[in-house]
């Protein structure tokens, strides 16, 4: 089977709130984790921050930029966040102890607000390239995205289902800048 230049997997961002702990109170700054600069996260967060500021009386809120996906359950469950950004599967597993959060307390005092779009893997490729499969990634340089993100996970995640593993290249932990 060859590979399309451009493989595309649904996965849908989540917008979370924390539940433990002391609720925020009026006049409080809510902290919204967001992601890099180079991504979506970041000005989605940002609109919710001025929407928050805007309608809700005696609120602001602030978009903080972070690792993404992995880093906000972290800062959700420290209670170093009020909100987050993150993909489903990524709050899925923090919830369940799964995955990335194997072996860790569970991430269960959060809840979902929205589903904000659904969010698309993809795996693209220069368009002279000889990759024709998922096989023919071994030996090469390939980003798997930023530490902490949720792209890191979904990168593992489609990878390992294909029989390859991050010792089978040489794996980039890029954002999106």
């Known amino acids: 089977m060859k590979i399309l230049k ?57 978009a903080e930029v972070t690792g993404a996906s992995v880093e906000n359950m972290a800062l959700i469950h420290r209670g170093d966040a009020s909100m987050a950004l993150v993909l489903a599967d990524t709050a899925y597993q923090a919830y369940h ?19 904000i779009y659904p969010n698309v893997i993809q795996i693209v490729l220069p368009g002279d390239s000889d990759i024709q499969s998922l096989q023919d990634l071994k030996g090469k340089r390939v980003s798997v995205g930023a530490p902490g993100s ?3 996970v979904n990168s593992r995640a489609v990878l390992e289902s294909n029989g390859i593993t991050q010792d089978d290249f040489r794996a980039q932990r890029l954002n999106f800048n």
Not at 31 to 41: D, E, L
Not at 97 to 114: P, S
């Open 6 to 62: 451009h493989l595309s997997v649904a996965v849908t961002t989540a917008f979370l709130v924390a539940t433990g702990g002391a609720s925020a109170q009026s006049g409080e700054t809510l902290s919204i984790a967001t992601g890099g600069t180079g991504g979506v996260y970041y000005p989605i967060g940002g609109g919710f921050a001025e929407i928050i500021g805007k309608y809700l009386d005696g609120y602001s809120a602030v």
């Open 97 to 115: 102890g799964q995955g990335q959060f194997e072996g860790r307390r569970k991430v269960e005092n959060t809840r979902a607000l929205a589903s």
């Open 150 to 152: 949720g792209t890191e």
